[in-house]
């Protein structure tokens, strides 16, 4: 083999070595980019359930910002710590979309859930005893693709009539 020949067979295989170690960066800048997301989005909590007000009582909108239901609607969430043993009625009230109210335990389990109130509305109201105590997840959500807008959300704790 010519000297010529034998530079230019190392050259070239030298340019493929520095070609194959380029092609392995953007890979390993993803890698990178993608790890600091998800440890970003662990830090930043993406699922963050509103605490109910000390008054219990919420007037507020569902967007379609909110959790998707997977079937068309939206849910937001709200948190409340509840002690075993009490009685609570929960009055979920909208003009704007058919309201289903669910009340989930503290394992993230459906403990009640309750779609149109005994008045015949498409409101919810919903009587439950709580079995242990935790912080629950109140979920006000729309029947199906019933939409978005303003509702009222009333947690009360029921006392035993003396």
Do not use: C, H, W
């Not at 993803?30 to 008054?55: E, R």
């Not at 009490?86 to 009230?93: G, M, P, T």
């Not at 109130?117 to 009587?127: W, Y």
Request: charged share 20%; hydrophobic share 40%; proline share 5%.
């Amino acid at each position: 083999m010519s000297l010529v020949v034998k530079r230019s067979v190392d050259m070239i295989s030298k340019t493929l070595a520095v070609l194959k170690n380029l092609a392995a960066l953007p890979a390993t800048v993803l890698a990178m980019i993608m790890s600091t997301t998800a440890s970003f989005a662990q830090v930043n909590k993406i699922y963050n359930p509103l605490p109910l007000p000390s008054t219990y009582e919420v007037s507020d909108s569902l967007t379609d910002k909110d959790i998707p239901t997977g079937q068309g609607g939206f849910a937001r969430d709200y948190m409340v710590k509840l002690n075993k043993g009490e009685n609570l009625a929960i009055d979920l009230s909208s003009d704007s979309f058919d309201s289903i109210i669910t009340l989930l335990g503290p394992s993230g389990t459906t403990v009640a859930e309750n779609d149109d109130g005994p008045d015949g509305s498409s409101n919810s109201l919903l009587f439950t005893r709580i079995n242990e105590t935790g912080t629950y997840i109140v979920r006000v959500r729309s029947f199906g693709e019933t939409g978005v807008g303003a509702f009222k959300l009333k947690v009360t704790r029921l006392q035993p009539v003396k």
